[in-house]
């Protein structure tokens, strides 16, 4: 499976951005989709997850209420709708897939196949 994120630039605080991530390959009814990202230096940290087939998602605490995990299987796609943008939210942003047992899983060794990375900028 290969992953490719988009949707990524540069905004004012406040505003919204939707990131997309896009596969190509087999995706299994167990997978799930998740969001990372990493602040400059900074360690990556999970933001949020969904699983492929299924409505179950989950969400960090500081994106809780503002971010919006979705995905459209029959374009293979998952989705992360970021609004009311804070200038912390600045990092490269990655999707991750891959088999997972519940509950959705938030560490990086979960997850077997990654994207490139977009980069998300929030001025203040």
């Known amino acids: 499976v290969q992953l490719q994120a988009s949707g990524g630039g540069l905004v004012q605080a406040g505003g919204s951005l939707l990131l997309s991530c896009t596969a190509s390959?087999?995706?299994?009814?167990?997978?799930?989709l998740a969001w990372f990202r990493q602040g400059l230096g900074k360690e990556r940290e999970f933001v949020a997850a969904i699983r492929w087939s299924g409505a179950t998602t989950y969400y960090a605490d500081s994106v809780k209420g503002r971010f919006s995990v979705s995905r459209a299987n029959i374009l293979n796609t998952g989705y992360l709708q970021m609004n009311s943008l804070e200038p912390e939210d600045t990092a490269v942003y990655y999707c991750?897939?891959?088999?997972?047992?519940?509950?959705?899983?938030?560490?990086?060794?979960?997850?077997?196949?990654w994207g490139q990375g977009t980069l998300v900028t929030v001025s203040s």
């Open positions: 991750a897939t891959g088999p997972t047992l519940p509950p959705l899983p938030r560490r990086e060794s979960d997850y077997v196949y």
């Open positions: 390959g087999r995706i299994g009814s167990s997978y799930s």
